[in-house]
């Protein structure tokens, strides 16, 4: 028979290969998590990447299919918001995007800060955000083919619980 102290080296060593063994198979799981099960996974771009990727997305001006004029159609003049720049407006109460086509500008979308909401009424060039005690207007205008914003925090000077 085995004496106590083979015995306990024996455990010791089958201990030490179990905790050997689970430590591989993590390690290969915790590394098949980022690869998935056939290939390579996708790679974390770095900052220049970044900047390349949004460069690239700017210097194509996105445009809608359209559909070819009839023959019974007039021809339109030709129109320069294909090439309008879209630039990120922004305030207290939101983000808006615009671009400006010639002198007027086009409102392409506007999301509402956390906390905030839209004004359903658009007028024209000026959006506006309410919260529950703050309204923030915003007027857009062009200034050198890009648009600017104007923008007006007011509180709610509303007290009545009606």
């Known amino acids: 028979m085995s004496s106590p102290r083979t015995r306990t080296a024996l455990v010791a060593l089958a201990w030490t290969a179990a905790v050997v063994v689970a430590t591989l198979v993590g390690m290969s799981a915790v590394g098949a998590i980022g690869t998935g099960i056939l290939g390579r996974g996708q790679q974390a771009l ?33 129109s320069d918001s294909a090439a309008a720049v879209a630039d990120v407006v922004t305030s207290p109460g939101g983000t808006i995007v615009a671009r ?62 009606d």
Do not use: K, N
């Open 46 to 78: 770095t900052p220049s990447q970044v900047d390349q990727a949004l460069a690239a997305a700017r210097a194509v001006p996105a445009s809608a299919p359209v559909a070819p004029p009839s023959p019974t159609d007039p021809p339109s003049p030709p």
């Open 100 to 161: 400006c086509t010639g002198s007027a500008v086009e409102i392409v979308s506007a999301s509402p800060a956390q906390g905030f909401r839209l004004d359903d009424e658009r007028e024209g060039s000026r959006m506006q955000f309410e919260s529950e005690d703050t309204t923030v207007a915003v007027q857009l205008s062009c200034q050198g083919g890009r648009p600017v914003g104007a923008v007006e925090v007011q509180g709610d000077d509303d007290d009545d619980d």
